[in-house]
T-cell receptor, first 118, second 113 residues
Framework: GAVVSQHPSWVICKSGTSVKIECRSL??????MFWYRQFPKQSLMLMAT?????????EQGVEKDKFLINHASLTLSTLTVTSAHPEDSSFYIC??????????????FGPGTRLTVL | GQQLNQSPQSMFIQEGEDVSMNCTSS?????WLWYKQDPGEGPVLLIA?????ELTSNGRLTAQFGITRKDSFLNISASIPSDVGIYFC?????????????FGTGTRLQVFP
Protein backbone atom coordinates (compact mmCIF):
# COMPACT_ATOMS: atom_id res chain seq x y z
CA GLY A 1 0.00 0.00 0.00
CA ALA A 2 0.87 3.65 -0.01
CA VAL A 3 1.87 4.89 3.43
CA VAL A 4 2.38 8.49 4.45
CA SER A 5 3.86 9.30 7.83
CA GLN A 6 4.06 12.53 9.80
CA HIS A 7 6.39 13.52 12.57
CA PRO A 8 5.78 14.52 15.23
CA SER A 9 2.26 13.26 15.87
CA TRP A 10 1.74 16.01 18.40
CA VAL A 11 3.71 18.99 19.63
CA ILE A 12 3.25 21.64 22.28
CA CYS A 13 5.27 24.81 22.03
CA LYS A 14 5.50 28.27 23.49
CA SER A 15 4.20 31.28 21.64
CA GLY A 16 6.86 32.81 19.43
CA THR A 17 8.78 29.63 18.73
CA SER A 18 8.98 27.78 15.40
CA VAL A 19 7.82 24.24 14.81
CA LYS A 20 8.77 21.91 11.97
CA ILE A 21 6.48 19.11 10.83
CA GLU A 22 7.73 16.37 8.52
CA CYS A 23 5.70 14.46 5.96
CA ARG A 24 7.19 11.35 4.40
CA SER A 25 5.96 8.94 1.78
CA LEU A 26 7.35 5.65 3.07
CA UNK A 27 6.93 3.26 0.18
CA UNK A 28 6.49 5.46 -2.85
CA UNK A 29 7.81 8.60 -4.45
CA UNK A 30 5.70 11.71 -4.57
CA UNK A 31 6.30 14.73 -6.75
CA UNK A 32 3.35 16.51 -5.21
CA MET A 33 2.42 16.79 -1.55
CA PHE A 34 -0.33 18.83 0.03
CA TRP A 35 -0.61 20.49 3.42
CA TYR A 36 -3.98 20.91 5.10
CA ARG A 37 -5.13 22.48 8.34
CA GLN A 38 -8.14 21.25 10.23
CA PHE A 39 -9.70 23.07 13.18
CA PRO A 40 -11.90 21.13 15.66
CA LYS A 41 -15.12 19.87 14.13
CA GLN A 42 -14.31 21.49 10.81
CA SER A 43 -13.28 20.30 7.40
CA LEU A 44 -9.84 20.10 5.87
CA MET A 45 -8.64 23.38 4.40
CA LEU A 46 -5.84 23.24 1.88
CA MET A 47 -2.93 25.46 2.85
CA ALA A 48 -0.47 24.80 0.06
CA THR A 49 0.64 22.46 -2.69
CA UNK A 50 4.24 21.36 -2.41
CA UNK A 51 6.16 20.31 -5.50
CA UNK A 52 9.55 18.61 -5.33
CA UNK A 53 12.33 20.94 -6.33
CA UNK A 54 10.19 24.05 -6.71
CA UNK A 55 8.41 26.62 -4.60
CA UNK A 56 5.15 25.72 -2.96
CA UNK A 57 1.86 27.15 -4.19
CA UNK A 58 -0.07 28.71 -1.33
CA GLU A 59 -3.82 29.10 -1.11
CA GLN A 60 -5.33 32.52 -0.78
CA GLY A 61 -5.08 33.83 2.75
CA VAL A 62 -2.21 31.56 3.81
CA GLU A 63 0.92 33.49 4.76
CA LYS A 64 3.88 31.98 2.95
CA ASP A 65 6.37 33.64 5.28
CA LYS A 66 4.66 32.13 8.28
CA PHE A 67 4.15 28.64 6.92
CA LEU A 68 7.40 27.66 5.24
CA ILE A 69 7.25 24.60 3.03
CA ASN A 70 10.25 22.71 1.72
CA HIS A 71 9.89 19.70 -0.57
CA ALA A 72 13.51 18.62 -0.66
CA SER A 73 13.11 15.12 -2.06
CA LEU A 74 10.56 12.83 -3.64
CA THR A 75 9.73 11.37 -0.23
CA LEU A 76 9.90 14.32 2.14
CA SER A 77 8.11 17.62 2.58
CA THR A 78 8.36 19.81 5.66
CA LEU A 79 6.08 22.50 7.02
CA THR A 80 7.59 25.01 9.42
CA VAL A 81 5.25 27.19 11.42
CA THR A 82 7.32 30.25 12.24
CA SER A 83 6.72 32.41 15.31
CA ALA A 84 3.75 30.29 16.29
CA HIS A 85 0.85 31.84 18.16
CA PRO A 86 -2.14 30.25 19.94
CA GLU A 87 -4.35 30.82 16.90
CA ASP A 88 -2.02 28.51 14.93
CA SER A 89 -3.04 25.63 17.17
CA SER A 90 -4.64 23.10 14.86
CA PHE A 91 -4.43 19.64 13.30
CA TYR A 92 -2.03 19.71 10.36
CA ILE A 93 -2.38 16.93 7.80
CA CYS A 94 -0.27 16.20 4.74
CA UNK A 95 -1.06 14.05 1.73
CA UNK A 96 0.86 12.78 -1.26
CA UNK A 97 0.20 11.58 -4.78
CA UNK A 98 2.16 8.58 -5.93
CA UNK A 99 4.60 9.38 -8.74
CA UNK A 100 3.39 7.78 -11.97
CA UNK A 101 0.59 6.16 -10.07
CA UNK A 102 -1.68 5.87 -13.04
CA UNK A 103 -5.18 7.06 -13.69
CA UNK A 104 -6.59 6.25 -10.27
CA UNK A 105 -3.75 7.80 -8.30
CA UNK A 106 -5.37 9.71 -5.48
CA UNK A 107 -4.00 11.49 -2.44
CA UNK A 108 -2.89 9.33 0.48
CA PHE A 109 -3.10 11.13 3.79
CA GLY A 110 -0.77 11.13 6.74
CA PRO A 111 -2.04 10.61 10.30
CA GLY A 112 -1.82 14.30 11.14
CA THR A 113 0.11 16.42 13.63
CA ARG A 114 -1.64 18.09 16.52
CA LEU A 115 -0.03 21.48 17.24
CA THR A 116 -0.80 23.29 20.48
CA VAL A 117 0.71 26.71 21.02
CA LEU A 118 0.65 27.99 24.59
CA GLY B 1 -11.35 28.82 0.98
CA GLN B 2 -13.96 27.15 -1.16
CA GLN B 3 -15.91 24.28 0.39
CA LEU B 4 -18.52 21.89 -0.82
CA ASN B 5 -21.91 21.75 0.86
CA GLN B 6 -22.42 18.41 2.50
CA SER B 7 -25.58 17.16 4.19
CA PRO B 8 -26.66 16.13 6.63
CA GLN B 9 -24.22 17.67 9.06
CA SER B 10 -24.67 14.77 11.47
CA MET B 11 -26.60 11.54 11.72
CA PHE B 12 -27.52 9.36 14.66
CA ILE B 13 -28.72 5.95 13.55
CA GLN B 14 -29.25 2.49 14.88
CA GLU B 15 -27.02 -0.39 13.88
CA GLY B 16 -28.36 -2.11 10.77
CA GLU B 17 -29.94 0.99 9.27
CA ASP B 18 -28.95 2.40 5.91
CA VAL B 19 -27.33 5.82 5.62
CA SER B 20 -27.34 8.36 2.83
CA MET B 21 -25.39 11.60 2.56
CA ASN B 22 -24.75 13.96 -0.30
CA CYS B 23 -22.53 16.72 -1.49
CA THR B 24 -23.27 19.63 -3.80
CA SER B 25 -21.16 22.20 -5.54
CA SER B 26 -21.77 25.40 -7.45
CA UNK B 27 -19.10 24.43 -9.95
CA UNK B 28 -18.43 21.39 -12.08
CA UNK B 29 -15.99 18.74 -10.89
CA UNK B 30 -14.07 16.16 -12.88
CA UNK B 31 -13.58 13.87 -9.91
CA TRP B 32 -15.57 13.12 -6.77
CA LEU B 33 -14.03 11.31 -3.84
CA TRP B 34 -15.39 10.08 -0.54
CA TYR B 35 -13.18 9.85 2.56
CA LYS B 36 -13.71 8.67 6.14
CA GLN B 37 -11.84 10.24 9.03
CA ASP B 38 -11.57 8.73 12.49
CA PRO B 39 -10.80 11.01 15.45
CA GLY B 40 -7.18 12.13 15.51
CA GLU B 41 -6.39 10.45 12.20
CA GLY B 42 -5.99 11.45 8.58
CA PRO B 43 -8.76 10.75 6.05
CA VAL B 44 -8.89 7.38 4.32
CA LEU B 45 -10.17 7.07 0.76
CA LEU B 46 -13.36 5.05 0.43
CA ILE B 47 -14.53 5.54 -3.15
CA ALA B 48 -13.30 7.48 -6.18
CA UNK B 49 -15.60 8.55 -9.05
CA UNK B 50 -14.31 9.79 -12.39
CA UNK B 51 -17.25 9.91 -14.81
CA UNK B 52 -20.62 11.66 -14.67
CA UNK B 53 -23.29 9.11 -13.82
CA GLU B 54 -20.77 6.61 -12.51
CA LEU B 55 -22.03 4.36 -9.73
CA THR B 56 -19.35 2.56 -7.73
CA SER B 57 -19.50 0.21 -4.78
CA ASN B 58 -16.96 -0.74 -2.13
CA GLY B 59 -18.47 -3.39 0.10
CA ARG B 60 -21.46 -1.87 1.88
CA LEU B 61 -20.66 1.56 0.44
CA THR B 62 -22.08 2.88 -2.81
CA ALA B 63 -21.41 6.27 -4.31
CA GLN B 64 -22.54 8.04 -7.44
CA PHE B 65 -21.16 10.89 -9.53
CA GLY B 66 -24.07 13.15 -10.37
CA ILE B 67 -25.05 13.67 -14.00
CA THR B 68 -24.70 17.43 -13.67
CA ARG B 69 -21.16 16.89 -12.27
CA LYS B 70 -22.12 19.20 -9.43
CA ASP B 71 -23.13 16.60 -6.88
CA SER B 72 -22.44 13.19 -5.47
CA PHE B 73 -23.97 10.91 -2.87
CA LEU B 74 -22.71 8.16 -0.62
CA ASN B 75 -24.85 5.34 0.76
CA ILE B 76 -23.89 2.97 3.52
CA SER B 77 -26.03 -0.12 3.87
CA ALA B 78 -26.60 -2.13 7.05
CA SER B 79 -24.49 0.16 9.23
CA ILE B 80 -22.24 -1.30 11.92
CA PRO B 81 -20.56 0.34 14.91
CA SER B 82 -17.21 0.70 13.13
CA ASP B 83 -18.89 2.97 10.56
CA VAL B 84 -18.75 5.72 13.19
CA GLY B 85 -16.67 8.65 12.06
CA ILE B 86 -16.72 11.73 9.88
CA TYR B 87 -17.35 11.30 6.17
CA PHE B 88 -16.03 13.91 3.76
CA CYS B 89 -16.69 14.34 0.10
CA UNK B 90 -13.97 15.95 -1.98
CA UNK B 91 -14.03 17.28 -5.49
CA UNK B 92 -11.41 18.11 -8.04
CA UNK B 93 -11.97 20.68 -10.80
CA UNK B 94 -8.67 20.03 -12.50
CA UNK B 95 -8.00 17.27 -14.98
CA UNK B 96 -4.93 15.84 -13.26
CA UNK B 97 -4.73 13.70 -10.16
CA UNK B 98 -2.11 16.05 -8.76
CA UNK B 99 -4.53 18.97 -8.90
CA UNK B 100 -5.91 20.13 -5.58
CA UNK B 101 -8.99 18.77 -3.86
CA UNK B 102 -11.77 20.78 -2.29
CA PHE B 103 -13.34 19.14 0.75
CA GLY B 104 -16.94 19.10 1.89
CA THR B 105 -18.09 20.25 5.29
CA GLY B 106 -18.37 16.68 6.57
CA THR B 107 -21.08 14.38 7.89
CA ARG B 108 -20.60 13.09 11.40
CA LEU B 109 -22.05 9.59 11.74
CA GLN B 110 -22.91 7.99 15.04
CA VAL B 111 -24.17 4.40 15.15
CA PHE B 112 -25.95 3.05 18.20
CA PRO B 113 -26.13 -0.69 18.90
Amino acid sequence: GAVVSQHPSWVICKSGTSVKIECRSLDFQATTMFWYRQFPKQSLMLMATSNEGSKATYEQGVEKDKFLINHASLTLSTLTVTSAHPEDSSFYICSANRLAGGVYNEQFFGPGTRLTVL
Amino acid sequence: GQQLNQSPQSMFIQEGEDVSMNCTSSSIFNTWLWYKQDPGEGPVLLIALYKAGELTSNGRLTAQFGITRKDSFLNISASIPSDVGIYFCAGREGAYNTDKLIFGTGTRLQVFP
